[in-house]
C-alpha cells in the first residue's frame, strides 16, 4: 500500500472515530436531558456512571491509536 493510500486510510479512521464520538456526546446529552425533564435520579445516576465509563474508554482509545512521537 503506498503512503498516500495509508494517509487516506487513517484520516477516514480518523473521521469515523470523530463522528462516533459526536454521536455519542449527542446522545448522552439527550439522556440528560430527558432524565432532568423526567425528574429522574435513579436515571441521571446511571448517566453519570455511562458517562465516566465513555470517557475513560474513549481516553483509552486515544492513547491506544495515538502513534510515539519521533
Known sequence: MSSLDDLKAQVQKNSDVEESAVLLIEGIAK???D???AGD???LTALQAQLA???ADLAAAV???TP???
Do not use: D, R, Y
Open 31 to 33: 439522556q440528560l436531558a
Open 35 to 37: 432524565a432532568i425533564a
Open 41 to 43: 435520579p435513579a436515571a
Open 68 to 70: 510515539a512521537g519521533p
Open 63 to 65: 492513547a491506544a491509536n
Open 53 to 55: 465509563k465513555s470517557a
